[in-house]
């Protein structure tokens, strides 16, 4: 069983920034997909930002060039930076770990899942 434990998460206005952590207590090797997923309220959850193999990056169309993820192997950490953060942004945010390969931008193929942080993005 692999236990993913999500903090950063806060309320800021709009323009700010926020840092969110997931530490895994499994390592993560070069076969581990890493992602961020956040859900709205009334609508679905959706993908935001993958790291693969701690290289490979993928990110949503709607938060490109202001989130970044990344991935210290030392720690089983993974960050996502959220800079010039918007009110469409404000969402629970869940981080999530796939072990061993596989398809790592199919959302269903995920099967560790963290508590999730709150963001919320004032105007």
């Known amino acids: 069983q692999v236990q993913l434990v999500e903090s950063g998460g806060g309320s800021v206005q709009a323009g700010g920034s926020l840092r969110l952590s997931c530490a895994a207590s499994?390592?993560?090797?070069?076969?581990?997909?890493m992602a961020w997923f956040r859900q709205a309220p009334g609508k679905e959850r959706e993908g935001v930002a993958t790291?693969?193999?701690?290289?490979?990056?993928r990110y949503a169309n709607s938060i490109l060039g202001r989130f970044t993820i990344s991935l210290d192997n030392v720690k089983n950490t993974v960050y996502l930076q959220m800079n010039n953060l918007k009110p469409e942004d404000t969402a629970m945010y869940y981080c999530a770990a796939r072990y061993g390969g596989g398809d790592c931008f199919i959302q269903s193929e995920y099967g560790y899942w963290g508590q999730g942080t709150q963001v919320t993005v004032s105007s």
């Open positions: 499994r390592s993560i090797t070069s076969r581990t997909c």
């Open positions: 790291i693969v193999s701690g290289v490979f990056t």
